[in-house]
């Protein structure tokens, strides 16, 4: 297996788990529409849907975020970084990864871990006039925190292939983010067709590259 195939292997992992969970908010939707309408239509609120809403948006939220490291969604302020040559942006990351990401990630799974066994330990519910068991909800914590833990440790590995190649390695989405910017260009109106051209036509050669150096590979 190639260090690319492992990056991608983890990529798609993080991605399922992403997609998959994201199901959640189908259910919160329904949750709170068939609760609006018992409360203010047959005036027949629910004692436990506001607790049961909080896990399933905290869950939902909490196991998204390999998915969002995964395809480099998450907010970057990029005035300098976005002008930086690869090389450098991989050393400013892979820094930033062992100074913050690791010390703050590693604490949450093993904090999450300890709070999930000590709420197992009292079989802790919540406080209302329907209990619910909570502690399963949270153990939630210590997986959405081992999730992220494994997708930044390939993302790490990602800043040192960097360092290495001079490039980035390409993420499984490239392919369609370069349709989109194509697409976007084609209909814009604030950018001529010649410069149109050509950042179409250098967004296709490095997908071109990309593809036959992981075909090399």
Same mark, same amino acid.
């Given at each position: 297996?190639?260090?690319?195939n492992?990056?991608?292997?983890?990529?798609?992992?993080?991605?399922?788990?992403?997609?998959?969970?994201?199901?959640?908010?189908?259910?919160?939707?329904?949750?709170?529409?068939?609760?609006?309408?018992?409360?203010?239509? =047959?005036?027949?609120? +629910?004692?436990? *849907?506001?607790?049961? @809403?909080? %896990? $399933?948006?905290?869950?939902?939220?909490?196991?998204? /975020?390999?998915?969002?490291?995964a395809?480099?969604?998450?907010?970057?302020?990029d005035f300098?970084?976005?002008?930086?040559k690869?090389?450098?942006?991989?050393?400013?990351d892979?820094?930033?990864?062992?100074?913050?990401?690791?010390?703050?990630?590693?604490?949450?799974?093993?904090?999450?871990?300890?709070?999930?066994g000590?709420?197992?330990?009292?079989?802790?519910?919540?406080?209302?006039?329907?209990?619910?068991?909570?502690?399963?909800?949270?153990?939630i914590?210590? =997986?959405?925190?081992? +999730?992220?833990? *494994?997708?930044?440790i @390939?993302? %790490? $590995?990602?800043?040192?292939v960097?360092l290495?190649? /001079?490039?980035w390695?390409?993420?499984?989405?490239?392919?369609?983010?370069?349709?989109?910017?194509?697409?976007?260009?084609?209909?814009?109106?604030?950018?001529?067709e010649d410069?149109?051209?050509?950042?179409?036509?250098?967004?296709?050669?490095?997908?071109?590259?990309?593809?036959?150096?992981?075909?090399?590979?």
């Amino acid at each position: 297996m190639t260090i690319d195939n492992l990056l991608h292997g983890v990529e798609s992992a993080s991605t399922w788990i992403g997609k998959a969970f994201a199901w959640l908010i189908v259910a919160l939707m329904l949750l709170v529409t068939v609760e609006v309408f018992k409360r203010y239509i =047959l005036n027949m609120p +629910t004692a436990w *849907v506001f607790d049961v @809403s909080n %896990m $399933l948006y905290g869950t939902l939220f909490m196991m998204s /975020g390999a998915y969002a490291l995964a395809h480099d969604g998450h907010v970057r302020g990029d005035f300098l970084y976005g002008n930086m040559k690869p090389r450098r942006q991989a050393a400013l990351d892979l820094v930033l990864y062992f100074a913050f990401f690791l010390p703050g990630i590693m604490a949450l799974t093993w904090a999450g871990w300890v709070y999930a066994g000590d709420a197992l330990k009292i079989h802790e519910t919540t406080f209302n006039a329907t209990p619910l068991p909570i502690y399963p909800f949270k153990y939630i914590i210590p =997986l959405a925190g081992a +999730t992220v833990l *494994v997708q930044g440790i @390939s993302e %790490m $590995l990602r800043c040192i292939v960097c360092l290495k190649r /001079g490039e980035w390695t390409p993420r499984l989405d490239d392919a369609q983010e370069i349709d989109v910017v194509e697409q976007q260009l084609a209909g814009s109106i604030y950018v001529d067709e010649d410069t149109k051209r050509d950042a179409i036509a250098r967004a296709k050669s490095i997908d071109e590259a990309a593809r036959q150096r992981m075909e090399q590979e």
